[in-house]
């Protein structure tokens, strides 16, 4: 007799809730190292969700080290990837960040922030 074994592997996303006031400008870092082609994507969850929130900035930090008062970078080093957003309605809204190259059709396991603006 043979027996077929199918393996199904799950991702789960991890989520976390912010909470804000309507007005409120805020950041969201996540780890990152753009030098091995992976970034950071962000999409609202539900596309009919409500727009609570406006995208101000998104940009790269590297890690840095402070060494003879002069700045160095580590190449090939990583850093964070700084999205800043500001709170415009009430409401609650939940935005994924994915974590992939753009040319590859993967589905890696989001990062969930859920928003409540007050």
């Known amino acids: 007799m043979l027996l077929f074994l199918i393996v199904m592997a799950t991702t789960t996303a991890e989520i976390t809730t912010l909470t804000k006031k309507v007005g409120e400008t805020f950041v969201i870092e996540l780890p990152s190292n753009p030098t091995t082609g992976y970034q950071w994507y962000m999409n609202p969850i539900e596309s009919n969700a409500p727009k609570i929130c406006d995208l101000v900035s998104q940009k790269y930090q590297s890690d840095t080290k402070q060494s003879n008062s002069a700045l160095f970078r ?45």
């Open 74 to 118: 580590k190449v090939g080093g990583g850093g964070k990837q700084v999205f800043t957003m500001k709170a415009k309605e009430k409401g609650t809204s939940n935005y994924e960040f994915v974590y992939k190259r753009s040319w590859e059709n993967t589905n890696p396991a989001p990062t969930i922030y859920q928003i409540i603006v007050e």
